[in-house]
C-alpha cells in the first residue's frame, strides 16, 4: 500500500508521528519517501538521531508550520500521501491563547487543503480528538471545525482524483499531557497522595499503534468525506490510579472549566449518519455534492450497517472497559516497560 509512495506528515514529531514513521519502516521497507514536517528544530534533532539518514535516506525532514502556505508548498511537491496530526491540542494553552489556536488548528487546517489541492495530492487523512465532537472548549471547537473543512473538501476538488478525510480517536495512552505518566511521576516521587478531578470521569483508551492502524485503515479504503472512529474500551480515571499507585489516597480536586466528565465520538445526532464497520466506526458526510456519494455508496463499499437510531458513543456508555489489571499490563508495554506496582 505504501510501498513506491511519498509521505507527508505534518507535526512528524509528534507522538503519533513517532509511531507512524516507525511502523511505515517495519511494515513498508519499500516506501520511497517519507517527510517529518514541523516547526520544532530540536524534536527533529532528536527524532534524527533515532533514525540516521545512511540508514533512512527516505526519511527528509522539513521545518515548517502549517501556517505557511507556501513553505507546505515547497515541502508537498511530489507527494502522494498526507498525514495532517499538526495542531494545538492542549485545553489549557488553547484558552490561554485562543488566536494562537486558530491560526494553527483552523487556518492551517485550509492551508493543508488548499496546498493538497494544488499538488493534487491523492490521499489526505487529518487527525481529531473526541474533544472535537460536542465541543465545550476551544481546542475541541477549532478541532471540530477543521473534521468539517477536511470533509467538505471533498466538494471542491472539482475532477481531481483527490480524497479528504479524517481519523478520530480518545486519549493515547503516555502521550503529552496524559494523566498516565503524570500519576507515574507523582508517584515516583513520593507523593502521599494522586489528584482525581472527579471520581466518576471517564475517558476512551487508545493505544499508539491502534491510532496509526486506523489511519492505515483510512488510507487504503477511504471513499473521501469520511470521519473514522476505532473502537476501543473505556477506562474509570479511578482504576488508572489503582493501576499505578494502589497505596495513594485519591484526592478529589474537581472538574476543570474545559473537561467533560465523559467524553463521546459519536452523538446520538451523528448517529443518522454512522455505519459500523467492525472494528470502527465512520460517520459519513450529511452533504456531499460530488460523486454521488450517498450513504448507499458508503454502505456497498464497505458492507456495512447503519447503527441504531438513537445510538452514541460514549465513554461512560462503551460496552468494552478497561480493568486495574489491563490497565497495568498496558502501561508496561506501551508506557513504560519498566513500571511495577508499589
Known amino acids: 500500500m505504501l510501498n513506491g509512495k511519498s ?4 507535526g512528524g514529531t509528534g507522538f503519533f508521528g513517532q509511531k507512524f514513521v516507525e511502523t511505515v519502516f517495519r511494515d513498508y521497507p519499500g516506501v520511497k519517501k517519507i517527510i517529518v514536517y514541523s516547526r520544532g528544530e530540536s524534536a527533529q534533532y532528536t527524532m534524527q538521531q533515532q533514525y540516521p539518514h545512511k540508514q533512512y535516506p527516505q526519511l527528509r525532514f522539513f521545518i515548517g508550520d502549517v501556517r505557511d502556505k507556501d513553505r507546505l508548498l515547497r515541502a508537498c511537491d511530489g507527494v502522494d500521501i498526507l498525514i ?3 495542531s494545538i491540542s492542549q485545553p489549557d494553552t488553547a484558552e490561554y491563547n485562543p488566536e494562537e489556536c486558530v491560526k494553527t488548528n483552523v487556518i492551517g487546517a485550509q492551508n ?3 496546498v493538497a489541492l494544488i499538488c493534487n495530492i491523492k490521499n489526505i487523512i487529518s ?4 474533544k472535537a465532537c460536542a465541543p465545550i ?3 475541541g471547537a477549532s478541532q471540530l471545525l477543521a473534521d468539517k473543512l477536511f470533509v467538505a473538501a471533498n466538494n471542491i476538488k472539482g475532477r481531481k482524483d483527490v480524497k479528504f478525510s479524517v481519523v478520530r480517536y480518545g486519549n493515547v495512552m503516555g502521550a503529552r499531557g496524559s494523566v498516565i505518566p503524570y500519576f507515574i511521576v507523582r508517584r515516583n516521587m513520593g507523593a502521599k497522595e494522586l489528584p482525581i478531578t472527579d471520581k466518576r470521569m471517564t475517558r476512551f ?4 499503534q491502534s491510532a496509526v492502524d486506523m489511519v492505515m485503515f483510512a488510507i487504503q479504503n477511504h471513499l473521501g ?3 473514522f472512529i476505532p473502537k476501543c474500551p473505556s477506562y474509570r480515571i479511578t482504576d488508572v490510579a489503582i493501576a499505578i499507585a ?5 484526592n478529589e480536586v474537581g472538574v476543570r472549566p474545559s473537561e467533560k466528565l465523559h467524553e463521546q465520538m459519536i452523538t446520538k445526532d451523528d448517529a443518522i449518519n454512522t455505519i459500523d464497520l467492525g472494528n470502527s466506526y465512520a460517520i459519513l458526510p450529511a452533504i456531499a455534492f460530488t460523486d454521488n456519494r450517498n450513504k448507499e455508496t458508503y454502505l456497498a463499499h464497505y458492507n456495512a450497517e447503519l447503527v441504531s437510531e438513537g445510538f452514541v458513543y460514549g465513554s461512560d456508555t462503551n460496552t468494552e472497559w478497561e480493568t486495574v489489571e489491563s490497565l497495568r499490563d498496558k502501561i508496561r508495554k506501551y508506557v513504560n516497560s519498566s513500571f511495577k506496582v508499589k
Open 137 to 139: 472548549n476551544l481546542y
Open 205 to 208: 483508551n487508545v493505544t499508539q
Open 127 to 130: 487527525l481529531s480528538s473526541d
Open 246 to 250: 494502589p497505596n495513594l489516597l485519591q
Open 225 to 227: 468525506g469520511e470521519i
Open 84 to 86: 495532517h496530526a499538526a
Open 7 to 10: 509521505i507527508l506528515i505534518t
Open 112 to 114: 493543508v487543503i488548499d
